[in-house]
T-cell receptor, first 115, second 113 residues
C-alpha cells in the first residue's frame, strides 16, 4: 500500500457542481493533513490544512478528516473552471526511528471543471 | 517579500555535466526543503534543513546529489555527474515551522540529454 493514495483522475465535473477529492493514508499516527493545488507548470500552493477529525470549511472549500478510517477529503462547492488543476494531498507522518516526521505526498488528482 | 526564489527556471544540460540549482527562502523562515517532481513518482522530498542544518537527507537518490545551506538565505542542490533520469522539476520550499504551510518556489525544470 502506498503511504498516501489519491485517485489520479481526471475527475470531470460541470461548472457549479460539487467536486469531491479523496485521499487515504497508511500511518494511523499521522497528525496533520494538507491539501495543495497545483496548476499546470506552476508550483503547489496550500489550500487548506486540517488536524482534527471532522469538517473544516474555508469559503467554497471543505476539508474532511476521518482518522479512524484514515482518509481525508476535499470538497469544492460551486466549482469554477478556474478550479481546474491537480490537487495534492500531503500527510505529516512518522518516518524512521525517533521523532522524525515527514510530509508525504500523494501523486495528485487532476480536476477538470467544464463550463 | 518576493517569496521563495529559485534559479535557473530552466536548465538543459548534457549527461555527465555538473548542475547547480539555487534557492533563496523567504526571509525569517527557518526550514528549507528540496523536492523533485516527476509524473511517475510525484513530489519527493530530497532533503530538508532546519536552521541551516541538514536534518533528513534520506531522500537524496545517491551520492551524485548534494545540498548545502551556508546561511539562512541561500541553499544549493548540486548534481554531479548528471544523468537523463535526473530530468524533473526541482522545487525549493520554505516554512517558519516544521510542518505547517510550506511556500514553494517556481521550480527549476531540469532536462538532461
Amino acid at each position: 500500500q502506498k503511504e498516501v493514495e489519491q485517485n489520479s483522475g481526471p475527475l470531470s465535473v460541470p461548472e457549479g457542481a460539487i467536486a469531491s477529492l479523496n485521499c487515504t493514508y497508511s500511518d494511523r499516527g499521522s497528525q496533520s493533513f494538507f491539501w495543495y493545488r497545483q496548476y499546470s507548470g506552476k508550483s503547489p500552493e496550500l489550500i487548506m490544512f486540517i488536524y482534527s477529525n471532522g469538517d473544516k470549511e474555508d469559503g467554497r472549500f471543505t476539508a474532511q478528516l476521518n482518522k479512524a478510517s484514515q482518509y481525508v477529503s476535499l470538497l469544492i462547492r460551486d466549482s469554477q473552471p478556474s478550479d481546474s488543476a491537480t490537487y495534492l494531498c500531503a500527510v505529516n507522518m512518522a518516518k524512521g526511528a525517533g521523532n522524525n516526521r515527514k510530509l508525504i505526498w500523494g501523486l495528485g488528482t487532476s480536476l477538470a471543471v467544464n463550463p | 517579500d518576493a517569496g521563495v526564489i529559485q534559479s535557473p527556471r530552466h536548465e538543459v544540460t548534457e549527461m555527465g555535466q555538473e548542475v547547480t540549482l539555487r534557492c533563496k527562502p523567504i526571509s525569517g523562515h527557518n526550514s528549507l526543503f528540496w523536492y523533485r517532481q516527476t509524473m511517475m513518482r510525484g513530489l519527493e522530498l530530497l532533503i530538508y534543513f532546519n536552521n541551516n542544518v541538514p536534518i533528513d537527507d534520506s531522500g537524496m537518490p545517491e551520492d551524485r546529489f548534494s545540498a548545502k545551506m551556508p546561511n539562512a538565505s541561500f541553499s544549493t542542490l548540486k548534481i554531479q555527474p548528471s544523468e537523463p533520469r535526473d530530468s524533473a522539476v526541482y522545487f525549493c520550499a520554505s516554512t517558519s515551522t516544521g510542518f505547517t504551510e510550506a511556500f514553494f518556489g517556481q521550480g527549476t525544470r531540469l532536462t538532461v540529454v
